[in-house]
């Protein structure tokens, strides 16, 4: 044995088997790397250096430092492997020529060509005739040249490039000249033609792609799209790496109906806070016949002991803007526009917040007293004790907050909440009473009412919340399910109250819901303390697997009796005197993991009919095979049928669809329909979509038709709308992370 300290060791062995498969399990991607224990060096050799091992059938020696090895050649340093039929070493230039089925690994990326030269001084490499993988990029193609420097760098010539199986050429990228820099994460090609099934489809004599993930300066891929509002639309994308902590991305859209359109986003982010700006215009809007800008800021801080902080704003020119120029996949329809700063301060025990809100309303046309008061400021607290499995538990919520809006009612208003509750639970039942004080304090500025300028009420709230569980078992084919019987008895007292000289700053009162029933005011907000003396009786009922813990049926039924009228309204609203809620059921079936079926009701014992209605059924097998159906009704409000699905067509063809008809205005609300294809190394999405803009007044708006198309070139670049989002949106159940082929 002869030994060349730091460059190269060699060694005569017998021969052995020393090749592991180069192919892995889904059939052409290279394995990360081959075996090194096949190749055991010496007991003194030092694996952390550079120096190589040579292991072949034979080798002869020269007295010139010649060597030359022949048969099943196979020879490796810490980080590279060759393998050939012949290996010729030359001790005086350090350099090696490998010959016949010449296979070179390094990393991810693995070359075979028929003969190769390697400079181990320069760490350089020449092979010639050369196909590659690069294993992490599901990544092959083919060169006359291969030029490798280094670990990183490698230079291709008269190359073309795919991520397509060996079976496949659904797309290669040709190019005269090919440099991957895997230190940078950047490739670069020179005089390039990009070819689809053999068709040519775009040129560029110059063009540059990320290698992994990490940002790179440059263009994005551009979107395509074609809407009866916008007409052809056309956007070029360009992302600027600044610094590590600073990006942004500026994206010029062209719209043959309207004119260009300028998005910028500026994204910074570093330990205390992120941030991110949009600032938006277009230039005399053909359609609007005016300029058009939208601006939003939104930022996140984290100062530290505690401390937080949030910021958020926004502005646009014109009440349309969202409807006209927001995203081309969804339209979005809004009156108001919230602009908001809070600034928290948390500890163990207790948090306090400080918040000023604003909000820009779209719509002129709402009156002064239907659009949202501003908080110019608010304050709150909020504490608890304790924190550990003490029964007892004290609360309080504290706020003070100034309420401003234009040509009406404004004031102060300061709230504080104490409450004390205690809870004893074992396996079987669960009783929980609580006490609480809720009193309000005003300050009203109402020249019209000098007379009731301070305003104060406390109400004492009393409530009993208590449960049962009862379970067995029970056999249905071949398998133990637990049946449970859960009752639920929840007991509210709230003393009544004259509360009608009290404005309404920011309360409501929401529809009846299986969550209402169990709160302490059914208003939302802080001007109301709904009166009570009621109890909200409630059943439900499940069948689970013993084995999983799934549930396969839910049932449940509830209502609320009242003892006495509820004789504190919101202004312009009657008492309501009913000696009881409606009733609310719900059934839920999963009888297997891809089937799920869903109906609840409300019924009026008043009017004996139902005032809501919802039948839902899903069936999801996977993200190939997904089939919604769905029917809502609320009286004299709205009835819909909703229809969606994603379905497997042949091979990797898939079959896209939602129909979202209203049966009470007698048409559709949203149509879609499309097609996908989706392989291992490209992905083809078509969608054609019409919608009504504003479904409360559906009759009285025109339908917005657009086509979106997408083409994506998996590890080099898609072409059109991202529409994976818009998908997951309309169609329940669709996971656009499942739609890789691997």
Partial sequence: MRRIPHLLSIVVVVPATLFASLVCADGWRYCASLPDAVLEPPSDFNQTDNAWIIESDSVSYEDTGYAHFVGEVRAANRTQRINAKQLDYSQTDNTMQALGDVRYKQSDLALSAPQAEFDLAADKGHLTEVYYTMGNRHARGYAETVELEGKDLSHYTDTYYTTCPPDSDAWVLYAEQLSLDRHTGVGTARDITLEAGGLPLFYSPYFRFPLDDRRQSGFLAPGVASSSDDGFSLSLPYYFNIA???????????????????????????????????????????????????????????????????????????????????????????????????????????????????????????????????????????ARWPQNSDPWNYKLWAEAVRFERDNTVTGSRFTARPSLSWKWESAAAFIKPKASLWHRQYRIDDPDNLDKDHLSSTIPVFSVDSGLFFERNIGWRNTTLMQTLEPRLFYLYVPMQDQSDIPVFDTNEPALSSAQMFRENRFTGYDRVGDANQITLALTSRFLDTQSGDEWVRASIGEIVYFRDREVTLPSRVIDNDSSSELLAELALRPTSHWFARAAVQWSRNDRTTSKNVVQLRYRRDNDRIANVSYRRRRGQLEQLDLSFRWKLRGQWHGIGRYNYSLHDNLPLQTIAGIEYDSCCWALKLLAETHIDDASSATDQLSDASIMLQIELKGLSHVGQKIDDFLATNILGYRPDEDAVQ
């Fill in 244 to 382: 590590p902590s600073l990006d942004a991305t500026v994206t010029p859209q062209f719209m043959t109906q309207r004119g260009l359109l300028l998005k910028n986003e500026l994204r910074t982010l570093s330990n205390r806070a992120e941030s991110e700006t949009h600032i938006d215009f277009i230039i005399s809007d053909q359609v609007f016949d005016d300029d058009r800008l939208r601006l939003e800021f939104e930022q996140k801080g984290r100062f530290g002991n505690g401390w937080s902080s949030i910021v958020s704003a926004a502005y646009v020119s014109d009440i349309d803007y969202f409807d006209d120029l927001g995203d081309a996949l969804s339209t979005t329809s809004t009156n108001h526009i919230e602009r908001r700063a809070d600034l928290t301060y948390r500890q163990t025990n207790w948090s306090v917040r400080g918040r000023t809100q604003y909000f820009q309303s779209l719509n002129p046309d709402l009156a002064p007293t239907s659009r949202p008061y501003q908080r110019m400021p608010q304050l709150t607290l909020n």
